[in-house]
């Protein structure tokens, strides 16, 4: 049974300041690793998608993969009120589909 | 690129009836995805299509769901017999293929009663 779990928090921020969010997976053959974010009763919209070990950036936000560790994180600088939502890690390999976590709950306050 | 869409947005029904959802995927995208999501938790997989063929299909998912996409291009999901467990949102996807990213609709919310 394939796994990603996830903090279901909330984290809790105050605006400004930098979140951190983490994933770990329990399938060690996983290639393709994203980030959605979605807000309360909308759609999961995709934020990054991470392919290869290290860091990736755009904008705000990095993500962060390690596959020897099966970790995969998300940290989102100068965190804005905006930002609050749930936050999705999913996983798959190609060919097979997407598993999410249960998602984190980021609370950024002014 | 238009989006996914799915129809109706909102189903509400009576236990025991038969509901059908639509979803339109992005219309290069081969690959639909079927996913339910109830409060609290990340979207479950259902099933997948590439183009017409179904590829994959929860093991979760009870007989009493059905899924097609006749053409490779919309795709169905229906649920017989509803029951109270099926109120969720199922939220359609679609893909290019390969490790690309899903690209979700709006989701059609069902609440049986």
């Known amino acids: 049974q394939k796994e990603v779990e996830q903090n279901s928090g909330p984290l809790s921020v105050p605006e400004g300041a930098i979140a951190s969010l983490n994933c770990t997976y329990s399938d060690r053959v996983s290639q393709s690793f994203f980030w959605y974010r979605q807000y309360s009763g909308k759609s999961p919209e995709l934020i990054m998608s991470?392919?290869?070990?290290g860091d990736k950036e755009d904008g705000r936000f990095t993500a962060q993969l390690n596959k020897a560790s099966q970790y995969v994180s998300l940290l989102i600088r100068d965190s804005q009120p905006s930002d609050s939502a749930t936050y999705l890690c999913?996983?798959?390999?190609?060919?097979?589909?997407?598993?999410f976590g249960k998602g984190t709950t980021l609370s950024v306050s002014s | 690129d238009t989006g996914v869409s799915q129809d109706p947005r909102h189903k509400i029904t009576k236990r025991g009836q038969n509901v059908t959802f639509r979803c339109d995927p992005i219309s290069e995208h081969n690959r639909l995805y079927w996913y339910r999501q109830t409060l609290g938790q990340g979207p479950e997989f259902l099933t997948y299509?590439?183009?017409?063929?179904?590829?994959?299909k929860s093991r979760l998912l009870s007989d009493r769901f059905s899924a097609e996409r006749p053409k490779g291009s919309f795709s169905t999901l229906e649920i017989q017999r509803t029951e109270q467990g099926d109120s969720a949102m199922y939220l359609c996807a679609s893909q290019t293929g390969g490790d690309s990213p899903l690209h979700f609709g709006n989701g059609t919310r069902l609440t049986v009663t």
């Open positions: 999913a996983v798959n390999q190609a060919g097979t589909a997407l598993i």
């Open positions: 991470i392919y290869s070990n």
């Open positions: 299509f590439q183009n017409e063929a179904q590829l994959e």
